[in-house]
């Protein structure tokens, strides 16, 4: 089974709509967060949280608002679609961790849903 | 976190060693080089990460110059699996998680 889940993997919605993306993950990671892309721009952070109480904006917040339920749940919500909202969307979780090169955190990646609002 | 550069698009002929060039000229003293590699449309897939020496693993090496201000990500037998976008990031170890991805270098590997 995957360690990061998204749900639903494609969804087709209307301007106006509510929409929420869910992730879930069983690596037992503190820290998670969500992506979106688009052609040519790479990724771009849309929110973060480094635990249950913690959530923070990342670049691109406008016109998103996220959850995080419990440490394995994060959620992502569009409460009013439209249709530059279009994209691929990315959960992603991280731990600490200190090795021999020093701290450093690997980011987990959820295999995308791709949403388009018409 | 400093900023990166990276060629838009490469190629490698399979079987050959992928040379992946990044200069992040502006990189501070605590902030490490993280490599990612994006198949198409799968979530992107953490390869490499170094702070000032060169570093290998199962996947790949990585090249730091002595100044830091450049890296060379190198697939030593590039396969067709390996045509993905890969993505230089430079930021401060743990401290700062989130991760600012740029465009990065479409790898294609030619047969």
């Known amino acids: 089974d995957a360690d990061v889940t998204q749900t639903p993997r494609n969804r087709i919605t209307k301007t106006g709509k509510r929409i929420m993306l869910e992730c879930s993950q069983t690596k037992g990671h503190d820290r998670m967060y969500w992506y979106r892309q688009d052609p040519g721009l790479g990724l771009r952070l849309i929110y973060y949280?480094?635990?249950?109480?913690?959530?923070n904006k990342g670049e691109i917040s406008d016109g998103y608002s996220v959850s995080r339920q419990a440490q394995a749940k994060f959620s992502l919500s569009l409460e009013s679609a439209i249709p530059n909202q279009t994209a691929l969307y990315f959960c992603?979780?991280?731990?600490?961790?200190?090795?021999?090169?020093?701290?450093?955190?690997?980011?987990?990646f959820g295999p995308g849903t791709r949403l388009t609002v018409l | 976190d400093a900023k990166t550069t990276q060629p838009t698009s490469m190629d490698c002929a399979e079987g050959r060693a992928a040379n992946l060039p990044c200069n992040h000229s502006?990189?501070?003293?605590?902030?490490?080089v993280y490599w990612y590699r994006q198949i198409h449309s799968q979530g992107p897939q953490y390869i490499i990460h170094g702070l000032k020496n060169n570093e290998t693993n199962e996947m790949a090496s990585l090249i730091i110059t002595e100044d830091r201000k450049s890296s060379t990500l190198i697939l030593p037998h590039a396969t067709l699996r390996d045509t993905a976008v890969y993505y230089c990031?430079?930021?401060?170890?743990?401290?700062?998680?989130?991760?600012?991805f740029g465009p990065g270098t479409s790898l294609s590997v030619i047969p």
């Open positions: 990031i430079v930021r401060v170890g743990a401290s700062y998680d989130k991760v600012i």
């Open positions: 992603a979780t991280s731990d600490y961790r200190v090795r021999l090169a020093g701290a450093y955190n690997e980011q987990f």
């Open positions: 502006t990189i501070s003293g605590n902030e490490y």
């Open positions: 949280s480094f635990d249950v109480k913690d959530i």
